[in-house]
């Protein structure tokens, strides 16, 4: 047995002699002493030890065939992986935010009722009817202006699906201004299953930085649906801020607590930062689950603000194997006009469309460059299964093409060991011994 590649070892300070040991392949952690990681790193642990760091991912039997199966991981078929699509039905806001990076082609377009009968048939046909599970995610502009659309899709997909036996669900990712309880409530009928909400701080700052196209603050809204909706839809919370204003975004979390949101039954809260490039920022919404930034004080922002999240109760994701949409076969983003594209960012970008509702699916694998991180380098990175190359709209801004890996490793040098420690502190962990 030999220690996994794929491991993060910190010497503990105020525990001389213990080593916190992160594994990056499965989320766990391990508390070990010198001797016995040094005996981990020789292979001579007693049988006992050598079977629970084996199921923790801390040992494996060859790391040579682990790399390897670390280049092939996105090609194992895996038979009941659903089919997850994001959905852009309109490109319109009731919102008029800043920084919307959808604002060039912002506007009154909306999915027809043609495509969305097409993407029905088509989700039915290629996906439900072969038994595999569908989950959706309503986009925009702001999907809740079309719930309409929401019913006609989710209503036959619920019903076709209840019918093969296989499980359909959607969420939302929308600005919370006109999820009310009444409206959550009839969506969860219809397999609602989570919604991400962006709430850009206070009232103050979120009301600047996200007002209604009228001009008036949204905050008073956003939080009354919150408060009514958290107990029946599991939310994501989130929120966009910059170098001069994150430290003011713990108060809009005391005001939720102020309100009498319990803490635990939000879903997640995740912040992240505003990015200027070229006089552009990039998306708000959907982005801040996936890329993140590596400034220095981006970097300081984002631990201190995960910390005084999970410090007032609410849970942060912790840090899991995940990668871009790009990789992920069974991922797609369905535009307005039924045209595909793997992240909502890249609807702008022409380029990067790959096929369409009438089309079928095109091969990407060249443009998108799927290619790019199965290279010495990265398989041999501790930090690969929470990369895979990192974010290909991050490299698409730096230079036009997905045509080099977003590297995380000065990020990933600079916040996993406090983040590990978080939420050993706040949060438990996966597994620890
Ligand atoms: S390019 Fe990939 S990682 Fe980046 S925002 Fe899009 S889906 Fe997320
Ligand atoms: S891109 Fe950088 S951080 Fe990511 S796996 Fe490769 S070397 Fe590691």
């Known amino acids: 047995m030999q220690l996994s590649t794929y491991l993060k070892i910190y010497p503990c300070p105020d525990q001389p002699g213990m080593n916190l040991v992160y594994s990056t392949v499965r989320s766990s952690v391990v508390l070990l002493p010198d001797d016995l990681l040094a005996a981990a790193r020789e292979g001579s642990l007693p049988a006992e030890e050598q079977e629970v760091l084996t199921r923790l991912g801390i040992l494996t039997p060859e790391r040579a065939a682990e790399q390897q199966r670390m280049r092939t991981i996105f090609d194992i078929p895996r038979p009941n992986a659903p089919f997850n699509a994001t959905v852009v039905l309109n490109l319109d806001c009731n919102l008029a935010c800043p920084y919307c990076y959808e604002a060039a082609f912002r506007g009154r377009r909306y999915m027809s009722a043609a495509t969305a009968g097409l993407l029905v048939a088509t989700i039915r046909r290629e996906r439900i009817d072969q038994g595999q599970p569908v989950r ?3 986009y925009g502009g702001e999907p809740l202006l079309s719930l309409d659309l929401i019913r006609a899709i989710a209503r036959p997909l619920r019903a076709a699906a209840e019918k093969q036996g296989v499980a359909f669900s959607f969420s ?21 299953s989570g919604a991400k909400i962006t709430l850009d701080g206070p009232a103050e700052l979120h009301d600047r930085s996200r007002p209604f196209v009228s001009g008036r603050g949204s905050y008073a809204a956003i939080m009354r649906n919150v408060v009514e909706v958290y107990d029946i839809v599991p939310l994501q919370l989130g929120g966009n801020y910059t170098r001069d204003n994150y430290r003011q975004f713990p108060q809009m979390l005391d005001d939720l607590l102020a309100r009498g949101i319990d803490p635990a039954r939000v879903g997640t809260v995740l ?7 070229a006089g552009e920022r990039v998306p708000s ?3 801040s689950g996936c890329a993140c930034s590596y400034e220095p004080w981006l970097m300081e922002a984002g631990v201190w603000l995960r910390e005084e999240t999970i410090r007032r109760g609410f849970p942060a994701p912790k ?8 990789e992920l076969e069974n991922d797609l983003v369905i535009d307005h006009e039924g045209s595909f594209f793997k992240c909502p960012a890249f609807m702008a970008y022409p380029q990067l469309r790959i096929g369409s509702l009438a089309e079928g699916i095109g091969d990407y694998a ?3 460059n799927l290619a790019l991180w199965k290279t010495e380098e990265c398989l041999a990175c501790a930090y690969l299964p929470l990369c895979f190359g990192g974010c290909r709209q991050l490299t698409l801004l730096r230079s036009g093409g997905i045509d080099a890996v977003d590297c995380r490793r000065e990020y990933y040098d600079t916040v996993l060991e406090r983040v590990v420690r978080q939420d050993l502190a706040y949060q438990g962990t996966k597994q620890d011994a």
Do not use: Q, W, Y
Not at 172 to 192: F, P, Y
């Open 136 to 138: 959706l995610t309503f």
């Open 172 to 192: 939302l990712v929308t600005n919370g201004t006109l999820l009310n309880r009444a409206c959550a409530a009839e969506l969860v009928g219809l397999g609602l």
């Open 285 to 287: 919404d959907f982005n």
């Open 319 to 326: 840090p899991k194997l995940a990668a871009c949409m790009v």
């Open 366 to 368: 060249e443009s998108h």
């Open 271 to 277: 912040f992240a930062p505003v990015i200027p490039k």
